[in-house]
């Protein structure tokens, strides 16, 4: 087997001592020792050498260039400061940026990534990050550590492609009549892929759209429909749909269904219910142009489950202490129950008139429309509140309020999240805004960069934090495990992120009790409302009373004018 040429490209700490240098001698031991003829400074400093001619020319010569991920390269390379000897790698990285930049499709294959264990995968110059290419990580400097590394030098994969086998039989698609619900078999199985076991409950309009399948609402078709007797599931509704017969020419009820379904899942709070929504109309999409359906008709109305109460405030220029105030109702549109209409503009009000003023608000809910005697009334479940930055840190969720015989405490009953508009409407903050919630809404909130904890160390460097959050679409979620939170709660502000986690601040000086993350757990943050909720209900006294959260949704966005102007054009 051939020995290939591999030169070995890093640098040291001038105040590591020899640690690193140690671990880069022992790495290339292990390589010579299994076949490849690993090169680097250290022999080659035996003899007098001109430095900046070896080193370019241990580059250009070699079959593959492997560079160390450290610290010291990345700022060699990047300040572009030279070694004791007068060169360093800088020589080396100016080869391999001419390189990089010569073979952008095929670099990767020469030019190899090396992460030893301890360092980080940002210690590479930034013109070799960036892009999703492979690293090696090796975590043991030993054949077994290297293996992966070698088994590439070598040209030894360990998985090798099956070999390619005639075509099966592949007869022409049958007649419409003969398919289940005239769909074939992989639109079943994508169908399946996306909603796989999910519960009835996670569409309330479900009922409505199974009817809707049948025919429009007034018709003899939809007035014949029989009631929802598929299971538990809504692959469980579909697949009861495949069922019964199929006109040729027309929609499938299936395709129906699915259609209406994507329609209410669209206009939902929830943005783990949008991304479903999105996933529905895709392949609605593929089945109709597959298949040679004709063009879908317009959905039904969504239905409404869920209300959303909204309380805005803004700061009185005059006065510190006194806000102007609106309360708005969200189920669907966006109703203004506060001031009534007719009345001259927005409530100028204490926070206890702000609390006063809910309660008389939650008292006299307007009755829900019902349109149809199985269609569900919207419930209450969440109140936001849309507040400035100094009210951020404002204990809304421990509000008293009697709205009926008994007294409540708001955060225990509802969701209650904080809304910032001021932040929202300045420099290009408004599209980090939607972009990060659209991402949301395509990645899921389960993404493994959805969500970014803050310690107390990294609440120190929240500015530099932000940005390098302004530089991507991710994440959309910042939480702070420590305290006092204001520095990355106005970092994650400004880099438009949408749901922020926090403890409001102690006295001064002082440390949360318990860690945040240590106590509220986060594998979705799209259910992040239901979980702040359950915590405050049921979660550890120690901190349950100081949770905070941001929830800010640019879909359900409230006008950002000011409640003020009027009163100071007065």
Same mark, same amino acid.
């Given at each position: ?86 060169? $360093? ?23 190899? /990534? ?17 892009? =999703? ?23 030894? &994969? #360990?998985?090798?492609? +099956?070999?390619?086998?005639? %075509? ?7 007649? =419409? ?21 999910? &519960? ?16 429009? &609402? ?45 329609? $209410? ?33 317009? +959905? ?41 209409? $007719? ?22 809910? %307007? ?72 991402? /949301? ?8 960069? !959805?969500?970014? #904890? ?31 939170? $204001? ?10 992120? %949408? ?29 992040? +409302? ?26 359900? !966005? ?13």
């Amino acid at each position: 087997m051939a020995r290939p040429r591999v030169f070995v490209s890093y640098a040291c700490e001038e105040t590591d001592g020899q640690h690193h240098r140690d671990r880069v001698r022992e790495l290339c031991r292990v390589l010579r020792a299994s076949g490849v003829e690993a090169r680097w400074d250290g022999p080659a400093a035996e003899s007098p050498r001109d430095w900046g001619r070896w080193r370019h020319e241990e580059s250009r010569d070699a079959q593959f260039v492997v560079v160390i991920a450290s610290a010291a390269y990345r700022r060699f390379v990047e300040e572009a400061r030279p070694a004791r000897d007068g060169t $360093g790698v800088p020589i080396e990285a100016g080869y391999l940026r001419s390189y990089v930049e010569d073979n952008p499709r095929t670099w990767y294959e020469r030019v190899l /990534l090396i992460v030893l264990s301890g360092d980080s995968t940002e210690d590479f110059p930034e013109f070799l990050t960036g892009r =999703a290419v492979t690293r090696y990580a090796i975590d043991t400097i030993d054949p077994a550590g290297c293996e992966r590394l070698l088994r590439y030098l070598h040209g030894a &994969p #360990w998985e090798h492609p +099956p070999p390619v086998g005639p %075509p099966p039989p592949l007869p022409p698609r049958a007649p =419409a009549d003969d398919l289940v619900g005239a769909l074939g078999r992989q639109a079943w199985l994508e169908l399946e892929g996306i909603l796989g076991e999910l &519960p009835v409950s996670r569409c309330p309009g479900h009922e409505e759209a199974y009817r809707w399948a049948f025919g429009p &609402p007034g018709s003899p078709e939809a007035a014949a429909a029989p009631s929802p007797d598929g299971g538990p599931d809504l692959f469980g509704l579909a697949r009861a749909l495949g069922e019964f017969h199929h006109r040729p020419g027309s929609v499938p009820k299936t395709v129906a269904f699915v259609h209406a379904l994507a329609a $209410g899942l669209a206009a939902a709070e929830d943005p783990a219910d949008r991304k479903l929504a999105a996933d529905l109309t895709c392949w609605t999409g593929r089945v109709v142009a597959g298949h040679g359906l004709p063009p879908l008709p317009a +959905p039904p109305e969504p239905v409404r489950a869920t209300a959303v109460l909204t309380v805005r405030l803004d700061q009185d220029p005059q006065d510190a202490g006194l806000f102007y105030a609106e309360v708005w109702l969200r189920t669907g549109g966006w109703r203004r129950l506060e001031p009534a209409d $007719g009345t001259s503009g927005p409530r100028r009000v204490t926070l206890e008139d702000t609390r006063l003023l809910l309660e008389d608000c939650l008292r006299r809910l %307007p009755a829900p429309e019902r349109r149809g005697p199985r269609r569900a009334a919207p419930r209450l479940h969440r109140i936001e509140f849309a507040v400035p930055d100094a009210l951020l840190d404002a204990a809304f969720d421990q509000w008293r309020l009697r709205p009926g015989a008994q007294e409540l405490c708001l955060g225990k009953r509802y969701e209650v999240v904080l809304r910032c508009p001021d932040a929202r409407g300045h420099g290009d903050v408004a599209a980090l805004w939607s972009d990060r919630w659209n991402w /949301l809404t395509q990645e899921g909130g389960d993404h493994h960069n !959805a969500l970014v #904890w803050l310690d107390g160390e990294d609440l120190a460097r929240a500015e530099d934090l932000m940005y390098e959050w302004c530089e991507e679409h991710h994440p959309v979620c910042v939480a702070m495990s420590a305290t006092p939170a $204001g520095p990355g709660r106005r970092a994650a502000l400004e880099a438009g992120v %949408p749901v922020i986690l926090w403890l409001r601040n102690g006295p001064a000086g002082s440390t949360p009790p318990v860690a945040l993350r240590e106590v509220l757990p986060v594998g979705d943050v799209t259910e992040l +409302p239901r979980l702040v909720k359950k915590a405050r209900l049921k979660g550890d006294p120690a901190i349950r009373s100081d949770i905070a959260l941001l929830w800010d949704d640019p879909d359900h !966005a409230l006008d950002t004018q000011a409640l003020t102007d009027t009163h100071l054009t007065a």
